[in-house]
């Protein structure tokens, strides 16, 4: 996966939260271990770091936008303020 984006008018809502544990989940159920990226500073780190991820390098003008991100990564299956990575079942 490249990219998750929740639509301005609806940032501050939850709804970020409830994609990244989606799409971590997703992940998880499909064998991978460990997510890294880039999260621009803000509520983008705030949210990943909420869910465990370690920050490491910072750039301090990300691909000549002028805006300062953090290569984060994230380990699954671990417990980060108490949630649990996992996709909920659909009902048969």
Do not use: C
Request: charged share 20%.
């Amino acid at each position: 996966m490249y990219s998750t984006t929740i639509l301005q008018r609806y940032e501050g809502q939850g709804f970020g939260k409830i994609l990244k544990a989606y799409v971590l989940g997703r992940a998880f159920e499909a064998g991978y271990q460990w997510v890294v990226g880039h999260a621009k500073e803000g509520a983008s780190v705030a949210l990943n770091r909420f869910f465990g991820a370690k920050l490491l390098r910072r750039h301090v003008n990300w691909s000549d936008t002028g805006d300062a991100y953090r290569f984060y990564e994230l380990k699954l299956g671990s417990a980060a303020r108490g949630w649990h990575v996992g996709v909920p079942q659909r009902a048969a």
